[in-house]
């Protein structure tokens, strides 16, 4: 697997905010997003290859602090969707470890089972890449629980304006849950994210669904391993 990095923090953003986790950055992207916060994600040999088994010893010895949630993100996680199912599906015939697995995507690599490997799945449209939109939709009604749709709110060519907003989110509510519906502001720092939080917290109140911050770049702005 190659692997961008791996760090303990809090989840910053989405349905899981505020919980202490392992991260599991996996490198490589199929996008190349303006103003990414992660370009390192993608960038030629910034990355180490490490066998499953070497990840599972990573999860076990974070399992045996007080917190369970392993996030797997990117860049693009599902470009090794089939070894981070490995390396779950290994994690889960341990019955010493109970650890519950979260995952964030972009969307553009549809995996029908994703539900059966995680507790929480993200997906985080981005506007001209999303082909998959409708099977991720009827995916999200079926597993009400698990999935949720975390849209950027922002003026970049990939984020959402409020046109944007006003042609999906009222269908979209049709399908889902307002539960699952996040909006977030876009900003890689403290005064970008400042930018879009007003106009995002007003959209939010306006459909009725949830606001997402950006916690992590609330304290640490756009340092790495946070």
Known sequence: MKISEIFESIIGEGGYMGY???FIR????N?????CDTPHARQP???EE?????????IAYYHQKPTSYVVFTGGEPCLQIKEIEDVIT???SLKQLSVQFL???NGTIFRKTLPKYFSHITISPKKRNNKHFKKWVNLASQNTNKVIFKFVVGNLDWTFTPTDLEKIIPDLLNEVRAGQIWLMPFGRTHEELQHFSKLTWELATKYKVCYSDRLHIRVWGNERGR
């Open 90 to 92: 290994i994690t889960n």
């Open 103 to 105: 995952i964030e995507t």
């Open 20 to 22: 202490p986790a392992l």
């Open 45 to 47: 040999n910034e990355y």
């Open 26 to 29: 996996l490198w490589g992207c």
């Open 31 to 35: 996008l190349k997003c303006e103003k």
């Open 50 to 58: 490490l066998p499953p088994s070497k990840i599972l010893l990573v």
